[in-house]
């Protein structure tokens, strides 16, 4: 080798591809992680072994092997060029995804493609040109007067991807911020040094380097999402073994049970059946921990307004509008709303209580509401309704990202909202 820097770029490289190797492993190796999570990971260190290896590739052959591998040296110095300006684009999906925007939809995304098309356009120009910088007929590199130029819009996508992290810092978690600052600043500390001094390699460095902390952060945040969930489940589980316990609902079935038996065997047979299987779902939700099919749910929530139609008889109508089923949502989701609609519906004195449960697809996700007729009411008001529907909410967005709405009917009753999005359903 010619200088000590030359060891020094040598050693960085070689150290480099072994912590990309690293990275990449253990991406692939936490299977736990979030499935959208872990393909960004994945990508993200696959593309920095490929910047780093073209860099190895570049230096050998401008150092070791001269005059005769101009070709070589070309092509690995471009392929060098190319993989790092990938990494950008790659942060900015991956922070809309961490932030569950939809990217179809996104201005910082089409932004970030344009500036990364014009630095492209930049690289093939260069190839033709010695304005920025070219590697003569001896296999020797050189910059020319106007290289800075190409580091413009990877500096601009940068900054972009730096404000677009501060806009949306109260909608990431700690871990997250940090992840993305430290992914962003370091690169670019790197990029604006060696923009004015040529030799130390300092961007393949901190490039590295602040992938690592992004795994790092990340693997923190998901650590922590974890331990919420299980928090939330130990919850959901006292939740569920309180509703189990409720003496009054079963109290009132069994009653409706016995008078039936001797007026109308049948119905009373098929209230058992139903009480049975709503009893039934109540126990296995206790052991589930994960997102579960709508068609459980659905029968969960069609067995409990079974037995209550039996009880109210005419007090109670449902109507099914179900025109989608083959999504998943966290355990006891819809059957308590529908339940908190019997509860503070159903009354002699008022009009029988409508319940109409709807299930649409649209091209953001699945949307489900519960629409009762009833007096309607206010979970601000309500300590007991405030308290489960805060729950579900809760589970809803830590589980699959989604959202719960609760608001008055267009002429009386209340209106629950669940809105799905279309990538928690491709995550499983």
């Known amino acids: 080798m010619n200088n000590f820097i030359d060891v020094l770029n040598f050693s960085i490289a070689v150290s480099g591809c072994l912590l990309a190797f690293l990275g990449l492993f253990l991406s692939l190796s936490f299977t736990s992680l979030q499935k959208g999570i872990r393909k960004f990971l994945i990508c993200i260190f696959t593309t920095i072994m490929a910047y780093v290896f073209s860099d190895l590739v570049s230096q050998i052959s401008l150092v070791f092997l001269g005059p005769g591998y101009a070709s070589l040296s070309k092509l690995a110095v471009f392929l060098e060029s190319f993989f790092s300006s990938v990494l950008m684009p790659l942060l900015t999906l991956f922070m809309l995804y961490i932030n569950r925007e939809d990217w179809r939809k996104s201005r910082l995304l089409y932004a970030s ?99 690592l902390f992004l795994l790092y952060f990340i693997l923190r945040d998901q650590k922590e999402q974890h331990l919420r969930l299980v928090e939330i489940n130990s919850r959901q589980q006292m939740d569920i073994l309180l509703l189990q316990m409720r003496p009054h609902f079963i109290y009132n079935t069994l009653s409706s049970i016995y008078y039936l038996c001797e007026i109308d065997p049948l119905k009373a047979q098929q209230t058992i059946g139903n009480f049975t299987t709503y009893l039934r779902k109540n126990f296995t939700a206790v052991a589930k921990h994960d997102l579960i099919p709508f068609s459980e749910e659905l029968e969960h929530t069609k067995a409990y307004l079974a037995v209550e139609q039996t009880r109210y008889d005419d007090l109670l109508t449902v109507d099914y509008d179900i025109r989608k089923t083959d999504f998943r949502l966290p355990p006891l989701t819809l059957q308590p709303i529908v339940e908190n609609a019997v509860k503070h519906g159903v009354d002699p004195e008022l009009v029988p209580l409508l319940i109409t449960i709807r299930t649409i697809e649209s091209e953001k996700g699945i949307l489900i509401s519960v629409e009762d007729s009833g007096p309607g009411y206010s979970p601000e008001k309500d300590d007991e309704i405030h308290v489960g529907i805060q729950n579900i909410r809760r589970r809803l967005q830590l589980m699959c990202g989604a959202s719960l709405e609760i608001r008055p009917g267009n002429v009386r009753g209340t209106v629950v909202v669940i809105r799905i999005p279309r990538f928690a359903q491709q995550d499983d």
Not at 176 to 194: D, K, N, S, V
């Open 113 to 211: 493609a344009i500036l990364w098309l014009i630095y492209f356009l930049l690289l093939i120009i260069t190839q033709m040109t010695h304005f920025i910088y070219f590697i003569s007929d001896k296999n020797v590199y050189f910059r020319g007067s106007w290289y800075p130029l190409l580091l413009v819009s990877p500096i601009l996508l940068m900054l972009m991807n730096l404000s677009a992290l501060f806009r949306r810092r109260n909608q990431l978690s700690v871990f997250q911020r940090r992840a993305f600052f430290f992914y962003l600043c370091l690169p670019l500390i790197g990029m604006l040094i060696q923009s004015f001094s040529y030799g130390l390699l300092v961007v393949v460095l901190s490039t590295v380097l602040s992938s």
